[in-house]
Nanobody, 114 residues
Framework: VQLVESGGGLVQPGGSLRLSCAASGFTFSNYGMSWYRQAPGKERELVAFIASSGGITNYADSVKGRFTISRDNTKNTVYLQMNILKPEDTAVYYC????????WGQGTQVTVSS
């Protein structure tokens, strides 16, 4: 199993970023996928989840209405569109496949600062 995130960077408050996670080594369409984040000095937290078919999503209260998770099962990729970014969204963002064993990507840094 390999999960490779991309799309992070430095953005001003109010800006947008789209994260991507390219998956390989398993049947992507069989698994729900999640995005987690970890800010400096804080615990990792669940940001968003999408079911295997894409028909069910859920979000942390802190990002509802601003972030959108989606997936393309033909490209084995899950996305996180992040809008109206705030300084408190600054964190390393991880793509995660849960199951009997959890698999994490290497993470991508998102920094929201003026």
């Amino acid at each position: 199993v390999q999960l490779v995130e991309s799309g992070g960077g430095l953005v001003q408050p109010g800006g947008s970023l789209r994260l991507s996670c390219a998956a390989s080594g398993f049947t992507f369409s069989n698994y729900g996928m999640s995005w987690y984040r970890q800010a400096p000095g804080k615990e990792r937290e669940l940001v968003a989840f999408i079911a295997s078919s894409g028909g069910i999503t859920n979000y942390a209260d802190s990002v509802k209405g601003r972030f959108t998770i989606s997936r393309d099962n033909t490209k084995n990729t899950v996305y996180l569109q992040m809008n109206i970014l705030k300084p408190e969204d600054t964190a390393v963002y991880y793509c995660v496949r849960k199951g009997a064993q959890w698999y994490w990507g290497q993470g991508t840094q998102v920094t929201v600062s003026s």
